[in-house]
């Protein structure tokens, strides 16, 4: 059990377009879940907490007009890369725990590889 | 959340055991220390955690320093399937935050035939 989901798992698309990239609690209802950012040979770096019926919080530098945060349901948030760029080019992860059921662990989706050209 | 440093990188022979450290000397009494690894390309996934006892699961054990200012993962026979990034994370338990997670570089763990 435990199951995060990301779509897609690779994308490449034209400078200056959009990109939606979906993370999905497969078995579980996650009232939070958290997208990072992971450039090569870095770390994962945390972008927001996507909240579920609310906005969504931004880490400090991270644009929240080019990163557009939605979590419409208990199980869907969705990460939009509006006109993009270049230097958007990255490893994009998702993250969720299971709301209510006394866990605290994270578990992960696999991930979305965003290549701009 | 407290600060961890771990060695930016260690080798083992597979078939042996993988012993990585981690340090956490400003870890407050709440706060849980919690393993992930991450391989090529992947997600992060989650290991193990544990608040001051010893904790042993189907993939590793945790081991607590008695004053919980370090902590050892052990992988008790290594694979190449356990050739990953190992990150130590501490942070409190609890609420709906048990995905926002604070990365550093972890330790790159090579396992070698």
């Known amino acids: 059990g435990a199951v995060v989901s990301q779509h897609p798992s690779w994308v490449i698309c034209k400078s200056g377009t959009s990109v939606k990239i979906e993370c999905r609690s497969l078995?579980?209802?996650?009232?939070?879940m958290f997208w990072y950012r992971q450039f090569p040979k870095q770390s994962l770096m945390l972008m927001a907490t996507s909240n579920e019926g609310s906005k969504a919080t931004y880490e400090q530098g991270v644009e929240k007009d080019k990163f557009l945060i939605n979590h419409a349901s208990l199980t869907l948030s969705t990460l939009t890369v509006t006109s993009a760029h270049p230097e958007d080019s990255s490893f994009y992860i998702c993250?969720?725990?299971?709301?209510?059921?006394?866990?605290?662990?994270?578990?992960f989706g696999q991930g979305t590889r965003l290549t701009v050209v | 959340d407290a600060k961890t440093t771990q060695p930016p990188s260690m080798d083992c022979a597979e078939g042996r055991a993988a012993n990585l450290p981690c340090n956490h000397s400003?870890?407050?009494?709440?706060?849980?220390v919690y393993w992930y690894r991450q391989i090529h390309s992947q997600g992060p996934q989650y290991i193990i955690h544990?608040?001051?006892n010893n904790e042993t699961n189907e993939m590793a054990s945790l081991i607590i320093t008695e004053d919980r200012k370090s902590s050892t993962l052990i992988l008790p026979h290594a694979t190449l399937r356990d050739t990953a990034v190992y990150y130590c994370?501490?942070?409190?338990?609890?609420?709906?935050?048990?995905?926002?997670?604070?990365f550093g570089q972890g330790t790159e763990l090579s396992v070698k035939p």
């Open positions: 400003t870890i407050s009494g709440n706060e849980y």
């Open positions: 994370i501490v942070r409190v338990a609890g609420g709906n935050q048990g995905g926002k997670l604070i």
């Open positions: 544990g608040l001051k």
């Open positions: 993250s969720a725990s299971p709301s209510g059921q006394g866990r605290t662990e994270a578990f």
């Open positions: 078995d579980f209802q996650a009232t939070t």
